[in-house]
T-cell receptor, first 111, second 114 residues
Framework: KQEVTQIPAALSVPEGENLVLNCSFT??????LQWFRQDPGKGLTSLLL?????REQTSGRLNASLDKSSGRSTLYIAASQPGDSATYLC??????????FGTGTRLTVIP | NAGVMQNPRHLVRRRGQEARLRCSPV?????VYWYRQLPEEGLKFMVY????????ESGMPKERFSAEFPKEGPSILRIQQVVRGDSAAYFC????????????FGPGTRLTVL
């Protein structure tokens, strides 16, 4: 059964700093991996989708990488801003089309 | 171009009552998924549906829970005889045909069982 782990569970950084969030998964047979953002009491916003054949995806200040063979993904956030404060979730899609989620990294960017 | 819509956003039920949660997918999306987020826990897959078919319900509790996605109308997640442990946020997601594809999530329904 697929298990997804995110480290660290919480992270606090000063504004302007670059940061990396980590995600690892146990079963490398995945179709894709998605990074989401969740604000308190809100739904999920999709940030980036990486297909299993891809190594990375970029959107603005966000860059996500995927190393399927080692079961790892990272989300890099450049020049962090207070508005980036949220919980970041990593989810992998297995053969059954459903997503397996990590428990998230709670990011706080201090002005 | 509306995203995934869920209603109600908040639902309060007493123990033993029924809860009905609705989800309208993105226009043109034929795949619907339901996930549950228990307090202080991660999201867990419950069920995957296509129009008029349940494709995978491996994450759904065997009793009291059911889901449907009729030919017309929204997808419904139904919880009968709710208990306090059913209190959670229930999220619906949709994706276009020919998956697996990016899933787009609704704002969720927060169920509170008194």
């Amino acid at each position: 059964k697929q298990e997804v782990t995110q480290i660290p569970a919480a992270l606090s950084v000063p504004e302007g700093e670059n940061l990396v969030l980590n995600c690892s998964f146990t079963d490398s047979a995945i179709y894709n991996l998605q990074w989401f953002r969740q604000d308190p009491g809100k739904g999920l916003t999709s940030l980036l989708l990486i297909q299993s054949s891809q190594r990375e995806q970029t959107s603005g200040r966000l860059n996500a990488s995927l190393d399927k063979s080692s079961g790892r993904s990272t989300l890099y956030i450049a020049a962090s801003q207070p508005g980036d404060s949220a919980t970041y979730l990593c989810a992998v899609c297995g053969g059954a089309n459903n997503l397996f989620f990590g428990t998230g990294t709670r990011l706080t960017v201090i002005p | 171009n509306a995203g995934v819509m869920q209603n109600p956003r908040h639902l309060v039920r007493r123990r033993g009552q029924e809860a009905r949660l609705r989800c309208s997918p993105v226009k043109g999306h034929s795949h619907v998924y339901w996930y549950r987020q228990l307090p202080e826990e991660g999201l867990k897959f419950m069920v995957y549906l296509q129009k008029e078919n349940i494709i995978d319900e491996s994450g759904m509790p065997k009793e009291r829970f059911s889901a449907e996605f009729p030919k017309e109308g929204p997808s419904i997640l139904r919880i009968q005889q709710v208990v306090r442990g059913d209190s959670a946020a229930y999220f619906c997601a949709s994706s276009p045909p020919l998956g697996p594809n990016e899933q787009f999530f609704g704002p969720g329904t927060r169920l509170t069982v008194l």
